[in-house]
């Protein structure tokens, strides 16, 4: 991976991380953790979108793909706090 894919990479998870953080209000993170969770997110959208017959491509794409999976990571986070 190179530099410019990494650079891309963090900023695709720190917008979708910000926007599920906005969606799922008190469970922000911080940017630091905004961007962790918007990485995770990605790769959990990259997941499960796909097995229920979604595919989105370009960047656009990649940002709605990964904050689906940020809003499902960061409601999975509530629900564990909430226990």
Same mark, same amino acid.
């Given at each position: ?33 905004? %961007? $962790?969770?918007? =990485?995770?997110? &990605? +790769?959990? *959208?990259?997941?499960? !979108?796909?097995? #229920?017959?979604?595919? /989105?491509?370009? %960047? $656009?794409?990649? =940002?709605?793909? &990964? +904050?689906? *999976?940020?809003?499902? !990571?960061?409601? #999975?986070?509530?629900? /564990?706090?909430?226990?």
């Amino acid at each position: 991976m190179g530099v410019e894919s990494l650079v891309i990479f963090l900023l695709i998870g720190l917008v979708a991380g910000w926007l599920a953080g906005q969606v799922i209000k008190g469970y922000g993170f911080g940017l630091v953790g905004n %961007i $962790i969770v918007g =990485i995770c997110g &990605a +790769f959990l *959208g990259g997941f499960l !979108l796909p097995k #229920v017959g979604l595919h /989105i491509s370009g %960047i $656009i794409g990649s =940002i709605i793909t &990964a +904050f689906i *999976g940020a809003l499902i !990571l960061l409601a #999975v986070i509530r629900l /564990i706090k909430k226990v």
